[in-house]
């Protein structure tokens, strides 16, 4: 079992940054692939970022590739989501998610989710 608690959302005006964070608990951390997804108002959930169980590999949406990064220290089992140039469209629900098996995270099936932390860019 893997428990995630989301951290670091908040209000911020267009063109700001927020770092978010996702505390796991639970065996195996640095085993996992982890990711980032975000689900806005009225709209399905989507895929955000992922990165590898060792962090050598990270993948983005193409709407948030070269304004978010995704980063992990397994040391103190936490994973990152750095956001910068913020826009109101990113507004949502961000959610972090772990799963052995990449190709299930890209899939959104991931086996453990956290509740989530609410991004909200104001214009």
Same mark, same amino acid.
């Given at each position: 079992q893997v428990q995630l608690v989301e951290s670091g959302g908040?209000?911020? +005006? @267009?063109g700001g940054s927020l770092r978010l964070s996702c505390a796991a608990s639970g065996r195996s951390f640095s085993s996992y692939a982890m990711g980032w997804f975000r +689900? @806005?108002?009225?709209?399905?959930?989507?895929?955000v970022a992922a990165i590898s169980w060792n962090?050598?590999?990270?993948?983005?949406?193409?709407?948030?590739?070269?304004?978010?990064?995704i980063s992990r220290d397994n040391r103190n089992n936490t994973v990152y989501l750095a956001m910068k140039s913020l826009k109101p469209e990113d507004t949502a629900v961000y959610c972090c998610t772990a799963d052995a098996l990449m190709p299930i995270i890209f899939r959104g099936r991931s086996a453990y989710w956290g509740q989530g932390t609410q991004v909200t860019v104001s214009s």
């Open positions: 908040g209000l911020v +005006q @267009a +689900q @806005a108002p009225g709209k399905e959930r989507e895929f962090g050598a590999n990270t993948y983005y949406a193409d709407s948030v590739k070269g304004r978010f990064t």
